[in-house]
């Protein structure tokens, strides 16, 4: 009998070794992928935080197959980008780099966090929701796809950080733990 082995999903710090992988996903992603380079000058910068998603069955060196960046200064911060690999999406990657990530910058001490996402990405504004940004501003023809048409992205934000949405409850729900 052949026993399937159980998949595991890891979220760690980001190394150089995978800058050419996080090119690959965020290319694959957007119709205007970040190069290699532009990876390597982000993860350079003393302000930027990368984790990624690592899918294993039994090592834990498999390439990443989801990450996000966020740049914090003082009390402040902006998820600059996150991406997981349309092969990987609907598992709940998105989530969980968003939770660590949330985690890591409240840990740090951080008060706001702000993103801007495509305000035609549901699968994004879904995500962001579950875990209280709420839409602060927008910018209208921000966004640019291939054939040239333009969107406009959301300015979202959660302020302060709080526990809650850490662990990813919806807004106005209580754990039990925390009554």
Known sequence: MIFPLKTTSLVMPAAYADIADLADIHSRCFSRGWSASEFQTLL??????????????????????????ARSVLDEAEI?????????????????LMQEMIRHLYGNRVAK???EVDAGNKAALSLYGGFGFTKVGER??????DNGEASTAWIMQIEPLSKRRILGTPQGEQKASSL
Not at 53 to 66: A, E, H, Q
Not at 86 to 95: A, N, R, Y
């Open 113 to 115: 966090l702000f993103l």
């Open 44 to 69: 350079q910068d003393k302000f930027v935080e990368a984790l990624v998603l690592r899918r294993s069955n039994l090592r834990i060196t498999d390439k990443p197959v989801g990450f996000v960046l």
């Open 80 to 96: 600059l980008t996150i991406a997981v690999d349309p092969d990987h999406q609907k598992t709940g990657g998105g989530k969980q």
């Open 140 to 145: 209208k023809g921000y966004y640019h796809n």
